[in-house]
């Protein structure tokens, strides 16, 4: 795989490329509010990308070569659709959302001009995503969308979750993934305030991670950093080994919401990065004042070695901008246009890439 840990950037080269972008012109020559984020960037170092034979990315309308990913930003977790209570047990499905897909379409087509080509939505049907909104939203703008599936957390769970065994749930995941296009599983979550995950939704990652050995989607996970104070620091660590525990290689999970842990200790997400997993840094603000502390968090993982283990999203329902505008902030910080182009452009087509199995 082209991921394997020995890929990892040294610590010496991306203190280089932490210097390395200073003052030039990823941004500079462009009008505000249209700024292409992933100019084809060859020179400053930046490594050939590749794919395991066969891999393809799956989009709600085709399959894709992951070079046709090459020349922009992919969003690995944002929200085109859908409406949900995390507050009340809900124990059905609810209705495909009826919203106004109007406006996500304008803000979609102004994230396009900004050099975004792909986005993966993070929502599915307990969180009330109309699959039609994804597939109407992609042909009115030529976004590239990958559409997700899976369950969110307890309260969004239909009843029927906690009785049926871990090989059914998974047995339905597999099938809905097929009929679909799913081209991932996530976000898959626990509650808000909880020190650890309830019965059902360790079941439900186990699942998840079932239904991915028999078709090899990969993963994202939300967790509940930044909900109270029962929420233990290592519980992303946890929600790694419960995958683990039903054979899923770090490599196909992105760990989420990994900015939501207050403050700036990097421990957890350099633990992560050490075992192969994925790091989603995907709540940025596009704000300076509101991501001062993810600018600092990134720069100490980009400084420990970890620069192709970094995802980055905003987990907004509108103004698609905010990585734009949070790559910038990355920038005046220092780090280099070649490893702005890994983070934006290569490491998310690498996390979506898969071969796909039969189920
Ligand atoms: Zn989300």
């Not at 989607?217 to 620091?233: A, D, E, Q, S």
Request: glycine share 10%; net charge positive.
């Amino acid at each position: 795989m082209a991921d394997s840990r020995s890929a990892r950037m040294s610590r010496r080269q991306a203190i280089s490329l932490l210097g390395a972008g200073a003052g030039i012109g990823l941004f500079s020559t462009v009008r505000p509010g249209a700024m292409p984020l992933a100019a084809p960037l060859q020179a400053g170092g930046a490594k050939a990308v590749t794919f395991p034979r066969g891999a393809i990315i799956r989009t709600i309308v085709k399959d894709l070569q992951p070079e046709a990913l090459a020349n922009g930003t992919t969003l690995f977790h944002e929200h085109l659709d859908g409406v949900y209570s995390r507050d009340t047990r809900q124990l059905k499905l609810p209705p495909p959302s009826q919203q106004d897909i109007a406006p996500v379409i304008a803000d979609i087509k102004e994230t396009m001009k900004a050099g975004v080509v792909c986005i993966v939505d993070g929502g599915h049907p307990d969180m009330g995503t109309n699959y039609d909104h994804l597939r109407q939203i992609s042909a009115a703008t030529g976004l590239h969308v990958v559409c997700s599936g899976g369950y969110y957390l307890q309260n969004t769970y239909p009843a029927e979750i906690s009785t049926m065994s871990e090989d059914q749930i998974a047995e339905s995941l597999v099938k809905e993934a097929a009929a679909g296009r799913y081209g991932a599983y996530g976000e898959i979550g626990d509650m808000p305030g909880e020190a650890d995950f309830t019965a059902d939704e360790r079941k439900v990652y186990r699942a998840v991670g079932k239904a991915h050995a028999r078709n090899n989607l990969p993963i994202f996970t939300h967790n509940n950093y930044g909900t109270g104070p029962n929420v233990p620091r290592e519980i992303a660590l946890r929600q790694l080994e419960v995958y683990e525990s039903v054979g899923v290689n770090p490599q196909r999970i992105a760990i989420g919401h990994m900015c939501s842990l207050p403050g700036r200790n990097p421990d957890i997400i350099k633990a992560l990065g050490k075992r192969g997993a994925w790091v989603g840094i995907d709540r940025v603000r596009g704000d300076e004042k509101a991501d001062e502390d993810r600018v600092a968090l990134i720069l100490a993982f980009l400084e420990a070695g970890y620069g192709n283990r970094l995802l980055l999203s905003s987990d907004t329902r509108r103004d698609y901008n905010k990585v734009a505008r949070f790559a910038r902030q990355l920038q005046a910080a220092g780090v280099g246009e070649a490893t702005l182009h890994t983070i934006l452009v290569d490491n998310p087509r690498r996390f979506l890439a898969f071969v796909p199995r039969s189920a």
